[in-house]
């Protein structure tokens, strides 16, 4: 059995960072994608990163420039460094991973960045 286990998340004021990390453990397949995803109170869960296997990397608007993802394939980890924070940016934080046809979520981790 698969299990993703995230870390890094907490309380930070505005302008501050954080990072992420999302460690895979059990019998695990080639991992291809990897993606950070966050859902705040009352929203919908939107994707934040992803990365590739090969190294491709794509970012949702709002926080291209301010976060960077990153994986260690050798660790089955991935991480999302986050600067600048905002607010806004407040919101449980998940990881997702592909090893197809399987797809793997973390358990969540919250992240508040007070003002």
């Known amino acids: 059995q698969v299990q993703l286990m995230e870390s890094g998340g907490g309380v930070v004021q505005a302008g501050g960072s954080l990072t992420l990390s999302c460690a895979a453990s059990?019998?695990?397949?080639?991992?291809?994608?990897m993606a950070w995803n966050r859902q705040a109170p009352g929203k919908q869960r939107e994707q934040v990163a992803y990365?590739?296997?090969?190294?491709?990397?794509n970012y949702l608007d709002s926080v291209r420039g301010r976060f960077t993802i990153s994986r260690d394939n050798a660790k089955n980890t991935v991480y999302l460094q986050m600067k600048s924070l905002k607010p806004e940016d407040t919101a449980v934080y998940y990881c997702?991973?592909?090893?197809?046809?399987?797809?793997?979520w973390g358990q969540g981790t919250q992240v508040t960045v007070s003002s």
């Open positions: 059990g019998s695990i397949n080639s991992l291809t994608y």
């Open positions: 990365i590739t296997s090969g190294g491709t990397t």
């Open positions: 997702k991973m592909v090893a197809s046809p399987y797809t793997y």
